[in-house]
């Protein structure tokens, strides 16, 4: 054997022994049967019922909470600042002889004093000392029977806005012609006191009249001229007035008020048993009064089902004492608030109805003490008279279709499907509510379209309360669904899980509910694993 | 044909009965080389040797060739089981030569090598086979109990370095050997499992879960042959006795040594009991967030151990102890002995052979032997050595030749292959 042989058979022998080191692990797989719990989720009462809804007792008793506002009353209604400030015409037919003008000279210049008429729409003892303007406007109207342009100054020296804004407007009104202007008075605060500041519903103005400085030469007054102002308020809205409101009686309605009992639920029907029921009245006025209910009447839209209220405080006067404000001149109030048990009343039979909208027909008697606040009744726009109703439901409710639907995003990018080989996924939901559920399970793509029906229809058993109406055992119902290769792919796919569920109470009965209530959802995992190593 | 080619192939993918052999052969622990004149010796070695009381070859041959193990091979592979699962696999392969001294010829020598050596180490309750092989949906409202398993892999290379002596005379002579290695680790991987059970609940609603465990990891999980991932030292020392014509006698301990592992390292502890009853669910946010995305080793490991370390560390090799001695007869025709090893930190500990040579004018050796191990079975197979002109040696044998080829047999394989050119 030579040298070269030799070395060739080393090299040889060298590869084929170390070809012998294993490069890479070895990956065998097969298949293995697993069954194991993968996700679990519990549903509480507050999941399905908003919170807002529900009280919990120290007995773990759930409360149910209604408390709904029915209506509001109108504050246009209480007090109105009368339409017509003023009428003011000048003759000058008793003039001897015609009287000439410059341009610029003043014909009438006078600052004067005149109250507003509240007599003519019958609001008696109206007494107001201060008001701010929240929208309107005011009307100007000038009529010149003159040979010469006119330029009329009008100003309510009374009428202030950002403190020292007065409201004051020059209109130039042609000659033998009548103007008609609108001018902005929102904002303004209006001092009624007059310009002594001892009297009420008083407006102080300013009035001028001038020959226009743009006339051109002598201009001559004569007996045959006239001049006619007349100023209106249009469209006012008061933010905010203080005085004395005078004893008067309102009447309110019929008029409708939306109401939405249950704002997030949708729900075909809702009854309960033994309800505490209360209406609640916010009175923000610095008014007392005598308040009524003639008629109150629910009304549910879709089914033409009306219920009126029945009951011994329907048409009876419910005092009612007037808010105290704290502020001076800042809008902080403490309201009168007063209670009224309706529990003897049909309120719950109102209510079964699921009503859409009162109706309501009041009447409200102000100041029936007089003068008691030595003129410091007031009121605010925004802060009105308030009626709400207050249920509260100890002993139980009966639900029937409550629908709830959720959409929540999905990410099943990350779950590991493809080595499932067969198998299925089994549903379990432990039910401690006394509800049953109908559920509809989809999965969703991006654009929320249906990509796969998980479950539909399915049908979760509610628990059977027992003797003392509490439930011991949850129902437990189990649902099979088999993983599919489609199904696979939807899940990995879906963006979206979104479902349905209509809730009822177990044996269409009153039910009480209790806030360690749950339903337990489990999904265990039951299929054949292939194992890659 | 098959056959024999399945025999070839065999010996060349390095199967051996022995955990390490030096340059003679200790079926017939003659050296060709005795005589002082020669100036270098180059040898190629490599052999390998897989077992295993419960699995059997058609089983780890299907696992070993990454193919898909079906039910029916784990169900006979399950009927076939103990109480423990013992499983293991010794791998070496390497070349080395020795330099004669100028000086004192056939008295001293230096040797240098590199080797590549591998050792897998397996020790499982049957019931953490079970639970691996076919889930635990079969064993749902039992108890499964892993009471005491081991996982151990570990696979480094070795540049050796290190001197010979023979002294004596031509009555009895003797030789010592040491060598130094510096160790270059790829890979390794400790997993123990103690006390620990799962109860799965007949329904699947939830999982009862008693976890003891350790583990120790290396950077990589399969890292290549040639990536290094660790550094350490050993040493290897070996004597013998011989008196020609008469007996022999051989003692030598590897693999004294330690291996410091660093880099990405994993060591992580899990000592808990709970229930696992799923995921919870956060309906605010995806319902996802909480599933691992990765059902990787690593991933898996991660969420198994929680809090792991990655600090370097250090493990011990595992050290083998092994002796043969063996008689001579009718004037060298036959020799006879046994040979033994001992690994003190694995679960299989011992190996152990009789065997019978037969010498056909020092060109041929033919040797039957009988192999028993820690895997409470016996072997046998057959070895083969010759010399070519006392110029070339080519050994190659395997003590598995009644259970590799038959694929319902416990597994049990192996071989080695030797060359060795003398100069």
């Given at each position: 054997m030579n040298?070269n042989?030799?070395?060739v058979?080393?090299?040889?022998?060298?590869?084929?022994?170390?070809?012998?080191c294993q490069k890479?692990?070895p990956?065998?797989?097969?298949?293995?049967?697993?069954?194991a719990?993968l996700?679990?989720?519990?549903v509480?009462i507050s999941?399905?019922?908003?919170?807002?809804?529900i009280e919990?007792?120290?007995?773990?008793?759930?409360t149910?909470?209604?408390?709904?506002?029915?209506y509001?009353?109108n504050?246009d209604?209480?007090?109105m600042?009368?339409?017509?400030?003023?009428?003011?015409?000048f003759?000058?037919?008793?003039?001897?002889?015609?009287?000439?003008?410059?341009?610029g000279?003043t014909?009438?210049e006078?600052i004067f004093?005149?109250?507003l008429?509240?007599?003519?729409f019958?609001?008696?003892?109206?007494e107001?000392?201060?008001?701010?303007?929240?929208?309107?406007?005011?009307k100007?109207e000038?009529?010149?029977?003159?040979?010469?342009?006119?330029l009329?100054v009008?100003?309510?020296?009374?009428?202030?806005r950002?403190e020292?804004?007065?409201?004051?407007?020059?209109?130039?009104?042609?000659a033998?012609?009548?103007?008609?202007e609108?001018?902005?008075?929102?904002?303004y605060?209006?001092?009624?006191?007059?310009s002594e500041g001892?009297?009420?519903?008083m407006?102080?103005?300013?009035?001028?009249?001038i020959l226009?400085?743009?006339?051109?030469?002598?201009?001559?007054l004569?007996?045959?001229?006239s001049?006619?102002?007349n100023?209106?308020?249009?469209?006012i809205?008061?933010d905010?007035?203080?005085g004395y409101f005078?004893q008067?009686?309102?009447?309110?309605?019929?008029e409708?008020?939306?109401?939405?009992l249950?704002?997030?639920l949708?729900?075909?029907?809702?009854s309960?048993k033994?309800?505490?029921?209360f209406l609640?009245?916010?009175?923000?006025?610095?008014?007392e009064g005598?308040?009524?209910?003639?008629?109150?009447?629910?009304?549910?839209?879709?089914t033409?089902?009306?219920v009126?209220?029945?009951?011994?405080m329907?048409d009876?006067?419910?005092?009612?004492d007037r808010?105290?404000?704290?502020?001076n001149?800042l809008?902080i109030?403490?309201?009168?608030?007063?209670t009224?048990d309706?529990s003897?009343?049909?309120?719950?039979d109102?209510i079964e109805?699921m009503?859409d909208?009162f109706?309501?027909?009041?009447?409200?008697?102000?100041?029936?003490?007089?003068?008691?606040?030595?003129?410091?009744?007031f009121?605010y726009y925004d802060?009105p008279?308030?009626?709400y109703?207050?249920?509260?439901?100890?002993?139980?409710?009966?639900?029937?279709?409550?629908?709830?639907e959720k959409r929540?995003?999905w990410n099943?990018e990350g779950v590991?499907?493809?080595?499932?080989?067969?198998?299925r996924l089994?549903l379990?939901?432990?039910?401690?509510?006394p509800?049953?559920?109908d559920?509809n399970?989809?999965?969703?793509n991006?654009?929320?379209e249906t990509i796969?029906t998980?479950?539909?229809?399915?049908?979760?058993?509610?628990a059977q309360?027992?003797?003392?109406?509490?439930?011991?055992?949850p129902?437990?119902t189990?649902?099979?669904?088999?993983?599919t290769?489609?199904?696979?792919?939807?899940?990995?796919?879906?963006?979206?899980?979104?479902?349905e569920?209509?809730?009822?109470?177990?044996?269409d009965e009153?039910?009480?509910?209790?806030?360690?209530?749950i339903m337990?959802?489990?999904i265990?995992?039951?299929?054949?694993?292939?194992?890659?190593? | 044909?098959?056959?024999?080619?399945s025999?070839l192939?065999?010996?060349?993918l390095?199967?051996?009965?022995?955990?390490?052999?030096?340059?003679?052969?200790?079926?017939?622990p003659?050296?060709p080389?005795?005589?002082?004149?020669w100036?270098?010796?180059?040898?190629?070695f490599?052999?390998e040797a897989?077992?295993s009381?419960?699995f059997?070859?058609?089983?780890?041959?299907t696992a070993n060739?990454?193919k898909?193990l079906?039910k029916?091979l784990i169900?006979?592979?399950i009927?076939?089981?103990?109480?423990?699962v013992?499983?293991?696999?010794?791998?070496n392969i390497g070349v080395?030569?020795?330099i004669n001294s100028?000086?004192?010829?056939?008295?001293?020598?230096?040797y240098?090598?590199?080797e590549?050596?591998r050792?897998?180490?397996?020790?499982l309750?049957?019931?953490l086979?079970?639970?691996?092989?076919l889930?635990?949906?079969?064993?749902?409202?039992?108890?499964?109990?892993?009471t005491d398993?081991?996982y151990y892999?570990i696979?480094?290379n070795?540049?050796?370095g290190g001197?010979g002596?023979r002294f004596?005379?031509?009555e009895?002579?003797?030789?010592?050997t040491?060598n130094?290695a510096?160790?270059?680790g790829q890979?390794?991987?400790?997993?123990?499992v103690?006390?620990?059970?799962?109860?799965?609940d007949p329904?699947?609603?939830?999982?009862?879960?008693?976890?003891?465990?350790?583990?120790?990891?290396?950077d990589?999980?399969?890292?290549?042959?040639?990536q290094m991932?660790g550094?350490?030292?050993?040493?290897?020392?070996e004597?013998s006795y011989?008196?020609p014509?008469d007996?022999?006698?051989?003692?030598?301990?590897?693999?004294?040594?330690?291996i410091f592992?660093n880099g990405?390292?994993?060591?992580g502890?899990?000592?808990t009991?709970?229930?696992?009853?799923?995921?919870?669910?956060?309906?605010?946010?995806?319902?996802?967030d909480?599933?691992?995305d990765?059902?990787?080793?690593?991933s898996?490991?991660r969420?198994?151990f929680?809090?792991?370390e990655?600090?370097s560390?250090?493990?011990?090799l595992?050290?083998?102890?092994?002796?043969s001695a063996g008689?001579?007869f009718a004037?060298?025709?036959f020799?006879a002995g046994?040979?033994?090893?001992?690994?003190?930190?694995?679960s299989?500990?011992?190996?152990?052979?009789?065997?019978?040579t037969w010498n056909?004018?020092n060109k041929l050796?033919?040797t039957?032997?009988v192999?028993?191990?820690?895997y409470?079975?016996v072997?046998?197979?057959?070895?083969?050595?010759?010399?070519?002109?006392?110029k070339?040696?080519?050994?190659?044998?395997s003590?598995?030749?009644?259970?590799?080829?038959?694929?319902?047999?416990?597994?049990?394989?192996?071989g080695?292959?030797?060359?060795?050119?003398?100069?």
């Amino acid at each position: 054997m030579n040298q070269n042989t030799k070395i060739v058979c080393l090299l040889f022998l060298i590869i084929v022994a170390f070809s012998g080191c294993q490069k890479e692990r070895p990956h065998p797989s097969w298949n293995v049967d697993l069954l194991a719990p993968l996700l679990i989720d519990t549903v509480k009462i507050s999941d399905i019922i908003s919170d807002t809804l529900i009280e919990g007792n120290p007995d773990n008793s759930i409360t149910f909470v209604f408390d709904k506002k029915l209506y509001e009353v109108n504050v246009d209604s209480l007090v109105m600042l009368p339409d017509t400030l003023f009428s003011w015409s000048f003759s000058l037919q008793y003039l001897p002889n015609p009287i000439p003008l410059e341009p610029g000279d003043t014909i009438i210049e006078e600052i004067f004093d005149w109250p507003l008429d509240f007599s003519s729409f019958h609001i008696e003892g109206v007494e107001l000392e201060n008001a701010v303007i929240r929208s309107g406007e005011i009307k100007f109207e000038v009529l010149d029977q003159s040979e010469g342009d006119l330029l009329c100054v009008f100003g309510i020296n009374s009428a202030v806005r950002n403190e020292a804004d007065t409201f004051m407007i020059a209109e130039k009104v042609p000659a033998g012609q009548n103007i008609d202007e609108t001018y902005d008075f929102s904002k303004y605060r209006l001092d009624l006191r007059g310009s002594e500041g001892i009297e009420y519903n008083m407006l102080n103005y300013y009035l001028a009249l001038i020959l226009h400085p743009d006339e051109q030469g002598t201009v001559y007054l004569n007996p045959a001229d006239s001049f006619a102002i007349n100023i209106y308020f249009e469209n006012i809205v008061i933010d905010y007035a203080k005085g004395y409101f005078g004893q008067n009686t309102f009447g309110f309605g019929p008029e409708l008020y939306d109401f939405s009992l249950f704002d997030d639920l949708e729900i075909s029907g809702f009854s309960m048993k033994d309800a505490t029921i209360f209406l609640r009245i916010e009175n923000n006025y610095g008014v007392e009064g005598l308040f009524k209910i003639i008629e109150l009447l629910a009304i549910n839209s879709s089914t033409n089902e009306t219920v009126p209220l029945q009951g011994e405080m329907v048409d009876s006067n419910l005092f009612i004492d007037r808010a105290v404000q704290t502020g001076n001149g800042l809008q902080i109030i403490e309201p009168f608030i007063q209670t009224y048990d309706f529990s003897n009343s049909n309120f719950t039979d109102m209510i079964e109805i699921m009503p859409d909208k009162f109706s309501y027909t009041i009447k409200i008697q102000s100041n029936i003490f007089g003068d008691s606040t030595n003129h410091n009744n007031f009121f605010y726009y925004d802060e009105p008279i308030r009626v709400y109703m207050e249920a509260e439901v100890t002993q139980g409710v009966k639900i029937e279709d409550m629908f709830i639907e959720k959409r929540e995003t999905w990410n099943g990018e990350g779950v590991k499907l493809d080595n499932i080989t067969e198998g299925r996924l089994i549903l379990i939901f432990k039910n401690g509510f006394p509800f049953s559920f109908d559920m509809n399970l989809f999965l969703e793509n991006e654009t929320m379209e249906t990509i796969d029906t998980l479950l539909y229809d399915a049908f979760i058993t509610g628990a059977q309360p027992g003797a003392d109406q509490k439930v011991e055992e949850p129902a437990e119902t189990r649902i099979s669904i088999v993983l599919t290769d489609n199904l696979k792919k939807s899940i990995k796919e879906a963006k979206y899980g979104y479902y349905e569920l209509l809730i009822n109470s177990i044996d269409d009965e009153h039910v009480k509910i209790y806030s360690d209530y749950i339903m337990e959802l489990k999904i265990n995992g039951d299929f054949q694993f292939i194992i890659e190593q | 044909m098959k056959q024999l080619l399945s025999i070839l192939f065999t010996i060349i993918l390095v199967k051996s009965s022995f955990a390490q052999i030096g340059f003679y052969y200790p079926y017939f622990p003659y050296d060709p080389a005795e005589s002082t004149e020669w100036k270098w010796q180059v040898s190629a070695f490599a052999n390998e040797a897989s077992n295993s009381n419960a699995f059997t070859n058609e089983f780890f041959n299907t696992a070993n060739k990454s193919k898909f193990l079906d039910k029916e091979l784990i169900n006979t592979q399950i009927e076939n089981m103990n109480d423990f699962v013992l499983a293991g696999q010794i791998r070496n392969i390497g070349v080395g030569a020795k330099i004669n001294s100028k000086k004192n010829k056939g008295n001293k020598y230096l040797y240098l090598g590199i080797e590549h050596r591998r050792y897998l180490d397996i020790y499982l309750d049957d019931d953490l086979i079970k639970l691996l092989l076919l889930g635990n949906k079969p064993f749902a409202g039992e108890i499964l109990k892993a009471t005491d398993s081991k996982y151990y892999s570990i696979y480094f290379n070795q540049l050796k370095g290190g001197m010979g002596y023979r002294f004596g005379t031509s009555e009895a002579n003797q030789h010592f050997t040491w060598n130094l290695a510096l160790n270059i680790g790829q890979n390794y991987d400790y997993i123990e499992v103690q006390n620990s059970t799962l109860y799965t609940d007949p329904d699947g609603d939830f999982l009862d879960v008693t976890a003891l465990a350790n583990t120790k990891l290396s950077d990589t999980v399969w890292a290549e042959v040639y990536q290094m991932n660790g550094l350490g030292l050993s040493a290897d020392v070996e004597y013998s006795y011989t008196k020609p014509d008469d007996f022999h006698f051989d003692l030598n301990l590897r693999n004294l040594g330690f291996i410091f592992w660093n880099g990405d390292t994993f060591i992580g502890e899990i000592d808990t009991n709970f229930v696992f009853d799923g995921v919870g669910v956060d309906t605010t946010s995806s319902q996802n967030d909480n599933l691992p995305d990765d059902y990787s080793y690593k991933s898996l490991r991660r969420i198994l151990f929680k809090d792991p370390e990655s600090s370097s560390f250090t493990t011990g090799l595992p050290v083998s102890l092994r002796f043969s001695a063996g008689k001579y007869f009718a004037s060298n025709q036959f020799y006879a002995g046994l040979n033994g090893t001992y690994y003190p930190f694995l679960s299989a500990k011992f190996m152990f052979e009789i065997f019978a040579t037969w010498n056909y004018k020092n060109k041929l050796y033919l040797t039957p032997v009988v192999l028993y191990s820690s895997y409470g079975k016996v072997n046998y197979g057959l070895c083969l050595g010759v010399n070519i002109h006392k110029k070339v040696s080519i050994h190659v044998g395997s003590g598995y030749l009644n259970s590799m080829f038959n694929k319902n047999e416990l597994l049990g394989k192996g071989g080695f292959v030797r060359l060795t050119f003398i100069n």
